[in-house]
């Protein structure tokens, strides 16, 4: 199957800092890429999709000036968390769909662990 | 609104027991399904999916589940239970196809020995 590599796979930041988070889709071009937000013991919630070469749609409730992505390839894209703060310590874990089409399936990155201290 | 309902937020079952992950949907169009396991630290892995045909559905490590449209559910199976099982089991929907996926809440899956 298609892989999706996520970098890193744990970060620790200080309070205040930003941190990029990156999303590559290794031997497939994704047009759209997901990215979800793991509380501990808790489900995955979407927070935003991002198409190649346009801007992201973000989720209801979800911080758009704090979780900043770029989707600039068709390879890549990547969040960044601005100015984080324990809050924002969470499992992040994006996905990407393979084709160009819209009935194809997404393929999910193994997680970035992110601890804010 | 489309929503999933996991029953069960842990099951525990014993090594070489059957093992039953329920799974319920609501979807206003025709959905796609899909059963993610996740271990420890690590992102999801596909365990199988519903799109059209067949309802029932093989997957990997010998799992299956089965789309019943009158229920709208989408349980998860596997007829004996290996310890490597143990992890965290996520039901999805996907409203109309491969759109955004709405997870369930999961559910923790143990086995013992």
């Known amino acids: 199957g298609a892989v999706v590599s996520q970098h890193p796979s744990w970060v620790i930041c200080k309070s205040g800092t930003s941190v990029k988070i990156e999303c590559r889709s290794l031997?497939?071009?994704?047009?759209?890429m997901f990215w979800y937000r793991q509380f501990p013991k808790q489900s995955l919630m979407l927070m935003a999709t991002s198409n190649e070469g346009s801007k992201a749609t973000y989720e209801q409730g979800v911080e758009k000036d704090k979780f900043l992505i770029n989707h600039a390839s068709l390879t890549l894209s990547t969040l960044t968390v601005t100015s984080a703060h324990p809050e924002d310590s969470s499992f992040y874990i994006c996905s990407a769909r393979d084709g160009q089409g819209l009935n194809t399936e997404a393929f999910f990155g193994q997680g970035t662990r992110l601890t804010v201290v | 609104a489309q929503s999933v309902t996991q029953l069960g937020s842990h099951v525990s079952v014993s090594e070489g027991a059957l093992v039953l992950l329920r799974c319920n949907y609501s979807s206003s169009v025709p959905p796609y399904l899909f059963w993610y396991v996740q271990y420890p630290n690590q992102g999801l892995q596909l365990l199988l999916k519903?799109?059209?045909?067949?309802?029932l559905v093989k997957g990997i490590n010998g799992f299956e589940a089965e789309f019943k449209k009158s229920e709208t559910s989408f349980h998860l199976t596997k007829p004996s239970a290996h310890m490597s099982d143990a992890a965290e089991y996520f039901c999805?929907?996907?409203?109309?196809?491969?759109?955004?996926?709405?997870f369930g809440a999961g559910t923790r899956l143990a086995v013992h020995p």
């Open positions: 031997d497939f071009q994704a047009t759209t």
């Open positions: 519903y799109t059209t045909g067949a309802t």
């Open positions: 999805a929907v996907s409203p109309g196809g491969y759109n955004k996926l709405i």
